[in-house]
């Protein structure tokens, strides 16, 4: 029994290289819908620095409603840099348009905002 080589009858079954490569194209495919799904979703989405841009423009706006005369200036609000103009609207001496554009810390546009306010207020 010692010197005896063990025989098995029965073969083991394996994957074919066919079947590996139909795997692997699937499991890729899945894997590449769902990245195309995920930045879908992140770019839709609204992120922190927006939503804090248009707070930081929106309270802007209230303090540029006050103001009536016609200026440009920038100005930096919680590591968002703001660039306000006022300009008469259409040629009226009471209408002022209001233009805020925020701006991050790289100097890219996140946020704008247009409004046409009364200057009389």
């Known amino acids: 029994m010692a010197g005896r080589k063990l025989k098995f009858k029965a ?25 195309m799904i995920f930045t879908n979703v992140q770019r839709s989405s609204l992120s922190v620095k927006k939503i804090k841009a248009q707070r930081v423009l929106q309270d802007a706006l209230l303090v540029a409603e006050k103001m009536s005369d016609i200026s440009k200036q920038s100005f930096v609000i919680d590591d968002v840099r703001v660039d306000e103009e006022i300009s008469e609207y259409n040629n ?9 554009i925020a701006y991050d810390q790289n100097q890219e546009k996140i946020a704008e905002v247009k409004e046409v306010v009364n200057a009389n207020k």
């Open 11 to 35: 073969k083991l079954k394996a994957s074919s290289i066919l079947e590996v490569v139909i795997a692997m194209v699937v499991i890729v495919t899945v894997f590449t819908i769902a990245m």
């Open 92 to 100: 009226v001496t009471n209408l002022h348009l209001v233009t805020l």
